[in-house]
């Protein structure tokens, strides 16, 4: 079955760097689009980044983490990753990975995702 496992969240200091890592199993890495997403205490999930399917793809990112936030994959290596810098308290959350099964121009817009990790959490002190 497909399983996506995030890893590298932890606790850092506001102003500073984090990158996640998601290691996909039990699908044709290469031939899917891969996004992040975050939920914090409270809130609603919200789409973070997505990459198209290939190396050094297409990538979407919200507005929020624009210009913050660094997304890449290596497909030899089934692997997605999350580079995150200047970081701020509100981008505490459980950082989660998922499969963009298909979207039309924009999968902030209208991507359709599923497989879900445990998600990794990110806590940003003040």
């Known amino acids: 079955q497909v399983q996506l496992i995030e890893s590298g969240g932890g606790l850092v200091q506001a102003g500073g760097s984090l990158s996640l890592s998601c290691a996909a199993s039990?699908?044709?890495?290469?031939?899917?689009?891969m996004a992040w997403f975050r939920q914090a205490p409270g809130k609603e999930r919200e789409f973070v980044a997505a990459?198209?399917?290939?190396?050094?793809?297409?990538?979407w990112y919200a507005d929020s983490v624009k210009g913050r936030c660094g997304i890449s994959r290596d497909n030899a290596k089934n692997m997605v990753y999350l580079s995150m810098n200047s970081l701020k308290p509100e981008d505490t959350a459980v950082y989660y990975c998922?499969?963009?099964?298909?979207?039309?121009?924009?999968?902030?817009?209208?991507?359709?995702?599923?497989?879900w990790g445990q998600g990794t959490q990110v806590t940003v002190s003040s």
């Open positions: 039990g699908l044709t890495f290469s031939s899917y689009a």
């Open positions: 998922a499969v963009v099964l298909r979207f039309g121009s924009n999968p902030l817009v209208d991507g359709k995702f599923d497989y």
């Open positions: 990459i198209n399917s290939w190396n050094s793809g297409s990538t």
